[in-house]
């Protein structure tokens, strides 16, 4: 479809997002926006809302990579009400949160959803990408692709010089010339250049307010809804093809980034062991914060392999260290490790911009990723990864070994996703184990999907796809209180909050339909935790 063409949709082009909501009422369609840095994209959300706002109940959802400034732009221009636009922090590439990992993008939907009145329209606009830029079938309906040759204004931000006084290039304006003819005996000479133009403001992206292309979509969107109903099929949505990249050469310890002194004492003999016969990415980060005077500092972040270790700003004698993943991974076959020490008195908080997808790759061997968090005396270490999504046909061996002083604290938190939107989980097989003072306090053990036996039956899941654990290990906590059952709807999951026997723990386990549903789940057990 052209916006120029007054063509209809063909009928065979169907939207694949489930429309109706688990109680059988309609939900809003979902429209995204998508397109290359500085083409229109949030000037045409900011049109469409102005155009729409008075027939439709309308919301929009933006993203950025670190940023909010395409909501930010769009509160100021009021194009619609401040609790209406609501942004998403990517943390890597934009097309990443729109068709690999939608989880961000769909607890931004659903919480619109439930916090506004009925809406009949979700704007969903991508952050600046290249070309071949698509939305996940499970996140939108119908998607915008917004092209602009003519130097948007988002391209200074950029690096790019700010040309606000000038005419713009031939091949950058926003109508080009009809072709001409080269005379007889012009071969090969150049043109003589010509007087030079007065200077004049850049021409802003052609799809302007007043623009007819706009005006058509405006026109388009509510007969859109008015059809919706008849043109929805009862197919299930196609999941998005795996990843086909090639994985890198195998390496073991990556570029380092050492804000102190160099710990080769530290490192050695931690680093994951490397075995030439594997395929994969074989890699181990490292972390470690130690207490300077009043505030925690990091004089150890070891990048390797897909890890690039980012320390954000601290906050209240908080560190404060983003894992942010550089390339596709796991694949079948990568060997991944991160370990993370906070030293006697320190307060440290690790954090994942976005989910982890296990995708299987070109060898069937599994992939492992194993954390390894150590905490001192009197330190206290935060670990909030995103979701880990388990893709189809992908094997993911996943632990975590926490080992901690007598007085040490932690506060660990997980949450799987088993199969991405209408597709199968691949094989995950996960391990949480929890030493204290030496101890053992919690060796759990859980397998999902491929040969693991009655997974999905009423004694496990129940049918449920979303998967999530709490710990917390204080030695200021009291275990005296009872289990909680959290939750009292089957269709919204359950959790339960136990006390952990002969030390100063509680363990929190929940299961539900969505992402969404666990992390409120997780969010009631950890108020429970915090209220004793």
Same mark, same amino acid.
């Given at each position: 479809?052209?916006?120029?063409?007054? #063509?209809?949709?063909?009928?065979?082009?169907?939207?694949?997002?489930?429309?109706?909501?688990?109680?059988?009422?309609?939900?809003?369609?979902?429209?995204?926006?998508?397109?290359?840095?500085?083409?229109?994209?949030?000037?045409?959300?900011?049109?469409?809302?102005?155009? $729409?706002?008075?027939?439709?109940?309308?919301?929009?959802? #933006?993203?950025?990579?670190?940023?909010?400034?395409?909501?930010? %732009?769009?509160?100021?221009?009021?194009?619609?009400?401040?609790?209406?636009?609501?942004?998403?922090?990517?943390?890597?590439?934009?097309? #990443?949160?729109?068709? *690999?990992?939608?989880?961000?993008?769909?607890?931004?939907?659903?919480?619109?959803?439930?916090? $506004?009145?009925?809406?009949?329209?979700?704007?969903?606009?991508?952050?600046?990408?290249?070309?071949?830029?698509?939305?996940?079938?499970?996140?939108?309906?119908?998607?915008?692709?917004?092209?602009?040759?003519?130097?948007?204004?988002?391209?200074?931000?950029?690096?790019?010089?700010? +040309?606000?006084?000038?005419?713009?290039?031939?091949?950058?304006?926003?109508?080009?010339?009809?072709?001409?003819?080269?005379?007889?005996?012009?071969?090969?000479?150049?043109?003589?250049?010509?007087?030079?133009?007065?200077?004049?403001?850049?021409?802003?992206?052609?799809?302007?307010?007043?623009?007819?292309?706009?005006?058509?979509?405006?026109?388009?969107?509510?007969?859109?809804?008015?059809?919706?109903?008849?043109?929805?099929?009862?197919?299930?949505?196609?999941?998005?093809?795996?990843?086909?990249?090639?994985?890198?050469?195998?390496?073991? &310890?990556?570029?380092?980034?050492?804000?102190?002194?160099?710990?080769?004492?530290?490192?050695?003999?931690?680093? +994951?062991?490397?075995?030439?016969?594997?395929?994969?990415?074989?890699?181990?980060? %490292?972390?470690? &914060?130690?207490?300077?005077?009043?505030?925690?500092?990091?004089?150890?972040?070891?990048?390797?392999?897909? %890890?690039?270790?980012?320390?954000?700003?601290?906050?209240?004698?908080?560190?404060?260290?983003?894992?942010?993943?550089?390339?596709?991974?796991?694949?079948?076959? *990568?060997?991944?490790?991160?370990?993370?020490?906070?030293?006697? =008195?320190?307060?440290?908080?690790?954090?994942?911009?976005?989910?982890?997808?296990?995708?299987?790759?070109?060898?069937?061997?599994?992939?492992?990723?194993?954390?390894?968090?150590?905490?001192?005396?009197?330190?206290?270490?935060?670990?909030?990864?995103?979701?880990?999504?388990?893709?189809?046909?992908?094997?993911?061996?996943?632990?975590?070994?926490?080992?901690?002083?007598?007085?040490?604290?932690?506060?660990?938190?997980?949450?799987?996703?088993?199969?991405?939107?209408?597709?199968?989980?691949?094989?995950?097989?996960?391990?949480?184990?929890?030493?204290?003072?030496?101890?053992?306090?919690?060796?759990? =053990?859980?397998?999902?999907?491929?040969?693991?036996?009655?997974?999905?039956?009423?004694?496990?899941?129940?049918?449920?796809?979303?998967?999530?654990?709490?710990?917390?290990?204080?030695?200021?906590?009291?275990?005296? =209180?009872?289990?909680?059952?959290?939750?009292?709807?089957?269709?919204?999951?359950?959790?339960?909050? #136990?006390?952990?026997?002969?030390?100063?723990?509680?363990?929190?386990?929940?299961?539900?339909?969505?992402?969404?549903?666990?992390?409120?789940?997780?969010?009631?057990?950890?108020?429970?935790?915090?209220?004793?």
């Amino acid at each position: 479809m052209h916006l120029d063409h007054d #063509t209809t949709l063909p009928h065979h082009h169907t939207p694949s997002a489930e429309a109706p909501h688990p109680d059988g009422s309609r939900r809003a369609l979902r429209l995204g926006l998508g397109g290359p840095v500085g083409s229109g994209k949030t000037a045409t959300v900011a049109a469409l809302c102005r155009a $729409l706002r008075d027939r439709l109940s309308i919301a929009v959802v #933006t993203n950025d990579i670190y940023t909010r400034e395409d909501a930010e %732009f769009l509160r100021r221009e009021a194009v619609l009400p401040p609790e209406r636009i609501t942004a998403v922090e990517t943390g890597a590439c934009p097309h #990443t949160a729109i068709r *690999d990992d939608i989880s961000a993008n769909l607890e931004a939907v659903e919480q619109l959803e439930e916090t $506004l009145p009925p809406l009949d329209l979700i704007l969903i606009e991508s952050g600046g990408d290249n070309l071949t830029a698509t939305f996940s079938k499970g996140l939108v309906d119908h998607q915008i692709f917004v092209i602009d040759v003519s130097s948007g204004d988002d391209i200074p931000p950029q690096g790019r010089p700010r +040309h606000h006084h000038r005419r713009p290039p031939r091949h950058q304006q926003d109508r080009p010339r009809p072709l001409r003819r080269r005379r007889p005996g012009h071969h090969g000479r150049r043109r003589q250049p010509a007087a030079r133009q007065p200077p004049r403001r850049l021409h802003q992206p052609h799809l302007g307010r007043r623009h007819p292309a706009r005006r058509r979509l405006g026109q388009r969107l509510p007969g859109l809804l008015a059809h919706r109903g008849r043109r929805m099929t009862a197919t299930a949505p196609h999941p998005s093809p795996p990843s086909t990249m090639a994985p890198p050469a195998p390496t073991a &310890a990556g570029s380092e980034t050492d804000s102190g002194r160099t710990d080769g004492e530290h490192v050695a003999g931690r680093v +994951h062991p490397t075995d030439p016969e594997l395929s994969g990415v074989q890699a181990t980060a %490292f972390i470690r &914060a130690a207490r300077d005077g009043s505030t925690t500092t990091v004089p150890l972040m070891r990048n390797s392999g897909p %890890f690039h270790l980012h320390q954000t700003q601290p906050h209240n004698g908080w560190a404060r260290v983003s894992v942010i993943s550089s390339m596709c991974a796991p694949l079948g076959g *990568d060997r991944l490790a991160l370990d993370i020490t906070a030293e006697e =008195h320190a307060k440290l908080e690790v954090t994942t911009p976005t989910a982890t997808i296990a995708l299987p790759g070109a060898t069937t061997a599994p992939a492992t990723y194993d954390v390894r968090l150590t905490v001192a005396d009197h330190a206290m270490l935060t670990w909030l990864p995103k979701p880990l999504i388990s893709a189809s046909d992908s094997t993911l061996h996943q632990t975590c070994t926490v080992d901690l002083a007598p007085t040490a604290a932690v506060l660990l938190r997980e949450e799987q996703l088993l199969g991405r939107t209408a597709e199968p989980p691949g094989h995950l097989t996960t391990r949480l184990t929890v030493y204290r003072g030496g101890r053992p306090v919690l060796d759990q =053990h859980t397998a999902y999907g491929g040969t693991a036996p009655a997974w999905d039956g009423p004694a496990v899941l129940g049918g449920h796809r979303a998967v999530g654990q709490l710990l917390v290990v204080d030695p200021h906590l009291t275990t005296d =209180h009872p289990s909680i059952l959290i939750g009292d709807a089957s269709e919204k999951g359950h959790a339960v909050l #136990t006390p952990l026997a002969r030390h100063p723990a509680y363990l929190a386990t929940a299961t539900a339909t969505t992402l969404h549903q666990v992390g409120k789940l997780l969010d009631t057990a950890l108020e429970h935790i915090r209220n004793m």
